[in-house]
């Protein structure tokens, strides 16, 4: 169900075109009270993620502007590994290319910068903070995350919960055969973060391939629809959308970021099996790879179950609530 009161929540991104269409979400929503915007390497650097994110704030407008923080500018122990060949080499659709009718930059340079405080720092603040009533959503590798937990366990525990975009249980990955992005890039992070004893929700493919947005839909939404905020999710997804169009024949993108932010306000967008969940982190073959025990005699004393999986979507009502969110 929604909940009925805005939620203290802290979305930790890596500034992505999906992660900016999740935050224009989470910035629209009554329901979320987001407290601050913490940023990562993943899809890019983490410096780009920060003025992405930040230019999202600046299209949408928000009268009270969360906090961004950087944090990790690499995984834990494997290098980083970005995807600017899928997002643009700015990770939002390459910006700079648009240009007003009078042939200024549509996109001019952002005056607002990152908080100086860190985000892991950040993190653990709010935890302190908010407790229980705190969900952390997380869109990209769990780096932050998990260095928050290598930092201060105890007070990380505190929040009531993460909802994950990554891995997959009974779906193929997307960057390779056995892993998703999130937990490709640093499985180490997502690892710890599946033995952190935390509440976790895992908004994985299984789901977030059940959430595609067509080109012609955007388009059409656009047109009817002009606002500064619609013609920046044409112009960002562009390149995204290509992406898909040249490699899976679809012209459109999966909303894999906002599916999690839609789950985090109404978590009966899904349905969810609780399982006993690892990551790979040495696999040749299978780095990031979450494996699932789903096995009927599964020996669940001895591995409890650490994960609420995502397993089924109400596709037509959660794009109800991508179309309502995207809306100024
Ligand atoms: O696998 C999809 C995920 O990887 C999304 O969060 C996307 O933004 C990338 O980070
Ligand atoms: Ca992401």
Do not use: W
Request: hydrophobic residues 45%; charged residues 20%.
């Amino acid at each position: 169900m929604t909940n009925p009161l805005p939620r203290p929540m802290i979305i930790d991104t890596d500034g992505g075109v999906d992660d900016a269409l999740a935050i224009v979400m989470a910035l629209n929503s009554e329901h979320i009270d987001l407290k601050a915007i913490t940023v990562l390497a993943g899809n890019i650097d983490v410096h780009q993620a920060a003025k992405n994110v930040l230019r999202v704030i600046d299209i949408v407008g928000p009268e009270q502007s969360p906090l961004v923080a950087k944090g990790c500018t690499k995984p834990l122990v494997n290098p980083p590994f970005y995807a600017a060949g899928i997002h643009g080499s700015d990770g939002l659709g390459e910006l700079d290319q648009f240009k007003n009718a009078d042939g200024s930059p549509r996109y001019p340079a952002l005056t607002t910068e990152a908080a100086t405080e860190d985000a892991v720092e950040v993190l653990l603040k709010a935890a302190k903070a908010y407790g229980n009533d705190l969900t952390i959503v997380a869109l990209g590798p769990l780096t932050n995350l998990a260095m928050a937990l290598e930092k201060d366990r105890p007070t990380l525990q505190k929040v009531g919960r993460i909802v994950i975009m990554g891995g997959a249980v009974k779906v193929p990955g997307n960057i390779s055969a056995a892993a998703e992005f999130n937990f490709f890039v640093d499985p180490h992070a997502a690892q710890v973060v599946m033995e952190s004893g935390i509440p976790l929700t895992l908004v994985g493919l299984d789901v977030a391939m059940q959430a595609p947005l067509a080109r012609k839909d955007v388009e059409a939404y656009a047109q009817q629809n002009p606002s500064n905020v619609s013609q920046f999710i044409v112009d960002c997804t562009g390149i995204y959308m290509a992406f898909y169009r040249e490699n899976e024949g679809f012209h459109g993108c999966y909303l894999h970021d906002p599916l999690a932010v839609g789950v985090a306000i109404n978590s009966s967008l899904v349905t969810t099996e609780p399982v006993y969940m690892v990551v790979e982190t040495e696999g040749r073959f299978t780095s990031g790879m979450s494996l699932a025990d789903l096995r009927d005699r599964r020996d669940e004393a001895t591995f409890p179950p650490n994960v609420d999986a995502c397993l089924g979507v109400d596709t037509e009502r959660f794009l109800k609530l991508f179309y309502d969110l995207i809306q100024p």
